[in-house]
Every structure is written in C-alpha cells, then in structure tokens.
C-alpha cells in the first residue's frame, strides 16, 4: 500500500487507515523505532506484559528459587535491639 506524507505543522505525517490500525491493535500511541533504516510502529506494550507466562515457565521448570532469602540475618540483628 502506498500512501503519501501529509504536512504537519513544520513535520510530515501519515494517515493510517482506520483497518490497518484494527489489524495491528494500535492505540492511542505508538512505538517507533528504525531498525535496518526501516520505520517500524508498534502498540505500545505495558512494562511487564508477558512476566506472569515467563514466572509458569519458571516454575515448571523448577527454575523459580529465590536468589536472596525471605529472612536476611547479620550481627546487628543477632545482637538484639536495646534502648
């Protein structure tokens, strides 16, 4: 498909078709990036979008022990508090 750029103010522009966007499921803003000199656009992905699919797999994986432990203990806590 080949569409024109349009002025926008002192920038250019394009105009998305409104089924192009239905297909890719963008919203109200856009990723962009160039990768190979090539402009890609993207919906916008929340920050953890797919961790709780990456935790199951973990999980079944046997892969999912905590690296630092629930209780951590040094000499100050062993001592005791005293006011």
Known sequence: MKIKLISIGN???????SSVIKQCGL??????SIE?????LAPV???REGWSTAFE???TAGDD???VPDALQNEF???GWTW
């Open 77 to 79: 806590d062993a001592e």
């Open 27 to 32: 919203g109200d803003e856009l990723e962009m």
């Open 45 to 47: 992905r929340s920050v």
């Open 36 to 40: 190979n000199g090539v402009i890609v």
């Open 11 to 17: 920038s250019r522009g394009i105009r998305i078709p």
């Open 57 to 59: 797999k973990m999980a």
């Open 65 to 67: 022990t905590p690296l």
